[in-house]
């Protein structure tokens, strides 16, 4: 049986979201080009929003700053993880597309969650890991503070390897039929004038 996603299954992923961190270019543009509107695509900007959420809930914690300030950051990462759930759905639209004509099997068992959010959570453990290294090689902190920041390094990349073993699992089995999850969508209300009584006016 071919395999639907050859290119984005094994170590594909996490490889691409590490190569991401060591480009000089990196978040403005990506190391590789990707076709607009691919799996990749999105996986790209999945992970370009992951990043600018860290540095923007970094500038949140400021106190050195006016509130004007940390409400511009506020609003950022609004933006942005709006952004990021988009990307979110997007990717799983795109996997669930090439599933279009694999027939579920009885007893298929069902995912509670989907391939997209697991690639999500790729992305911002692999932001954690860097950020970690960075603060185990810091050369300002004691002995004690680097092996604590070297040891929760090291349990991230088990968690790293953990969700990577259950992305190809879960790839794997809907290839075959044999697992199946649904989109569920954010529907978030706050971004709505429709639905925010604040952005329609009816609420001053």
């Known amino acids: 049986m071919k395999n ?3 290119d984005i299954d094994n170590d594909k992923i996490v490889e691409y979201h590490d190569l991401c961190h ?3 270019c990196w978040s403005k543009e990506s190391p590789i080009t990707h076709e607009k509107n691919s799996i990749w695509y999105w996986v790209q900007q999945n992970h370009k929003y992951n990043c600018q959420l860290w540095d923007e809930e970094d500038k949140a914690r400021r ?3 006016g509130d004007n300030d940390i409400a511009l950051n506020k609003r950022n990462i609004d933006q942005f993880n709006q952004k990021r759930n988009d990307a979110i759905e997007s990717i799983d639209e795109k996997i669930l597309d090439r599933l279009a004509s694999i ?4 007893g298929a068992w069902f995912n509670s969650e989907t391939a997209g959010s697991i690639i999500d959570r790729l992305s911002i453990v692999s932001l954690k890991i860097l950020h970690m290294g960075i603060q185990a090689d810091r050369s300002d902190t004691d002995v004690t503070q680097k092996k604590e920041a070297k040891n929760k390094k090291e349990r991230l990349i088990i968690q790293r390897n ?3 073993f259950c992305l190809n699992k879960l790839l794997g089995e809907v290839s075959k039929g044999r697992a199946f999850y649904r989109i569920y969508r954010q529907f978030k209300m706050y971004n709505d004038p429709k639905m925010n009584p604040y952005l329609s006016g009816l609420i001053k």
């Open 63 to 65: 106190v050195d700053v």
């Open 4 to 6: 639907l996603f050859s």
């Open 162 to 164: 953990d969700l990577l």
């Open 103 to 106: 027939k579920v099997v009885e």
């Open 22 to 24: 060591t480009s000089s």
